[in-house]
């Protein structure tokens, strides 16, 4: 099946001819118009806000897209934190999950304001210690241990999870927090990765708000906010249903009146978290074909590798692959893609019916606008790949330079003798 590019093959070229592959390609257009879709979606809740998983993609001209279209961010470390305090976000605009955090993240995301999100039980006097008092608004992670089922099957695996609080332990936490003289109360779980289904947040929420309510029959602790965080996940083949952002905002909102609007609670905002569903589809890797190889298999060699885009490699995840000019052609070759990588699971495709392949010819890989970059490393000695933003009007900006092997070098103290090495 076709999977639709943003892309054609006309403006990769001129693209390439100033900034030559491979090259992560974004589409500003795509990223406005899904954000202002998830804002719709959930436009029945005053106080929703998304808070843009940064982890999913670091770079700071999206990343101000997305502020723009009303975001938040969720940061994981403290670099995560300083480009978002960098970037203008402030104070509840900035979401901290912490996870065996050390002192000085904690201290930090204290410092700028941003809402705490804690992992486990006995961080609550960690932070109380570290601080001296306990921000006035905290928000414990929730983990409901076992299996996690849908209508559909089992979902994931919470309590193989390292991350949040079991039902005791978040029920004693909030009791501790209200007892230390915390003034806001938030309530956070995320449980599955990737769903591909309309069901996920809804289900998630009604979870959620049940726990809610014992919370506070428990406790006398009444939430502020629930935060659903991410795991809305995207189609990366094409013969898959999308989600439908708007389906998944009217299935929370049927469970929030069922819910929390009888008990009184009708004034809890929802925040989600979504790193994957607000960029992967909207950005690619393009990367060109330079080696053919004919052994026991067909091979087509490109100059990009894992090091670009690691999902492949290292969870055999699929990434459908458009042959730029060549969309409407029959795909009626069969190839491994692979790059240059000296690890044999340096593959972006396997046994992949395509058009033929000529040297030369570009390739998309598709729905890497999240956790592809950004997951890149160094490994091989190989450098990571310039970021280009296609504009609204075809127009394209450079929004981060190719590394160089300067930049490889420029961490070895025995090497600052060497001012150029490209």
């Known amino acids: 099946m076709k999977k639709e590019t943003f892309v054609t093959k006309d403006k990769i070229k001129e693209i390439a001819a100033i900034y030559p592959t491979p090259f992560h390609l974004y589409d500003e257009s795509g990223i406005r118009e899904n954000a202002k879709a998830v804002n719709e979606a959930f436009s029945w809740n005053p106080g929703f806000r998304e808070y843009f998983a940064v982890k999913a993609n670091p770079n700071p001209f999206l990343i101000r897209i997305l502020k723009e279209c009303g975001c938040g961010t969720d940061c994981s470390s403290l670099t995560e934190l300083m480009l978002s305090d960098s970037l203008g976000f402030c104070g509840e605009e900035i979401m901290f999950s912490s996870n065996d ?79 230390k003289g915390v003034k806001r109360f938030g309530l956070h779980a995320f449980l599955v990765s990737n769903t591909v289904t ?20 428990k406790t006398g602790v009444k939430m502020d906010f629930i935060n659903l965080s991410g795991g809305v996940g995207i189609s990366y083949r094409p013969e898959e249903t999308p989600n439908d952002i708007r389906a998944i905002g009217a299935g929370v909102e049927r469970v929030y009146r069922e819910t929390l609007v009888p008990a009184g609670m009708g004034d809890v905002d ?30 087509i060699g490109v100059d990009a590798c894992a090091a670009n885009l690691m999902r492949p490699a290292v969870y055999g995840a699929y990434h459908h692959i458009t042959v ?10 069969q190839y491994d893609v692979v790059g240059s990588l000296c690890e044999n699971c340096d593959k972006f495709a396997i046994d992949r019916m395509l058009p033929k392949i000529e040297m030369g010819d570009y390739l ?32 394209f900006e450079l929004i981060r330079r190719a590394e160089t092997p300067k930049d490889y070098f420029a961490t070895f103290d025995c090497f600052d003798n060497i001012s150029d090495l490209t």
């Not at 559909?152 to 936490?173: H, S, V």
């Not at 049940?210 to 919370?215: K, P, R, V």
């Open 101 to 179: 955090t050390p002192p000085e993240e904690f201290i930090y995301a204290d410092r700028i304001g941003a809402t705490i999100n804690l992992d486990d039980f006995t961080h609550i006097a960690y932070l109380e210690d570290l601080l001296g008092t306990l921000p006035e608004t905290l928000c414990l992670r929730y983990n409901p241990g076992g299996v996690y089922k849908l209508s559909n099957g089992i979902m994931d695996n919470p309590g193989d999870a390292k991350y949040g609080f079991t039902r005791e332990q978040i029920i004693e936490g909030y009791r501790i927090l209200k007892e």
């Open 198 to 217: 309309n069901d996920y947040y809804p289900a998630l929420a009604k979870t959620l708000f049940e726990l809610c309510l014992e919370i506070r029959e």
């Open 270 to 299: 929802i925040y989600t978290e979504m790193g994957r569903f607000m960029l992967a589809p909207f950005g690619c890797l393009v990367t060109q074909a330079i080696h053919e190889k004919h052994t026991y298999k067909e091979y």
């Open 324 to 333: 730029a000019g060549k969309e409407d052609a029959a795909c009626d070759h």
């Open 364 to 395: 998309i890989i598709h729905d890497a606008g999240a956790h592809g970059f950004s997951m890149g490393y160094n490994y091989n000695g190989r450098l990571r790949s310039a970021e280009i933003l296609l504009k609204p009007d075809g127009s």
